[in-house]
């Protein structure tokens, strides 16, 4: 059983910065995408930022140069380090990952913003 496990997230100041990270854990084969997500209220998950295979990256357009993803020291590990923070990036934050062919996601972890 694969299991994306969140850590990170929290409160920050507008301007400031949080880290989250990811670990996939099980038995896994492939990772074809690895990355973040993040849902508000009544709307789609969107993707924050992503590992795709080849180890390309995909930023929304909304948090590029202000977010950055990497890999951690574990090649199942993916980190989010997210800077000069906004008060329209908080929402809850969710892991994904497409790992073997099948689609896993985190339990989400809360990103919130004040002004």
């Known amino acids: 059983q694969v299991q994306l496990v969140e850590s990170g997230g929290g409160l920050a100041q507008a301007g400031g910065s949080l880290r989250l990270s990811c670990a996939a854990s099980?038995?896994?084969?492939?990772?074809?995408?690895m990355g973040w997500y993040r849902q508000a209220p009544g709307k789609q998950r969107e993707l924050v930022a992503a590992?795709?295979?080849?180890?390309?990256?995909n930023y929304a357009d909304s948090v590029k140069g202000r977010f950055t993803i990497s890999r951690g020291n574990d090649k199942n590990t993916v980190v989010l380090q997210m800077n000069s923070l906004k008060a329209e990036d908080a929402n809850v934050y969710y892991c994904?990952?497409?790992?073997?062919?099948?689609?896993?996601w985190g339990q989400g972890t809360q990103v919130t913003v004040s002004s």
């Open positions: 994904g990952g497409r790992i073997d062919g099948v689609t896993y």
């Open positions: 099980g038995r896994i084969f492939s990772i074809d995408v």
């Open positions: 590992f795709t295979s080849g180890g390309r990256t």
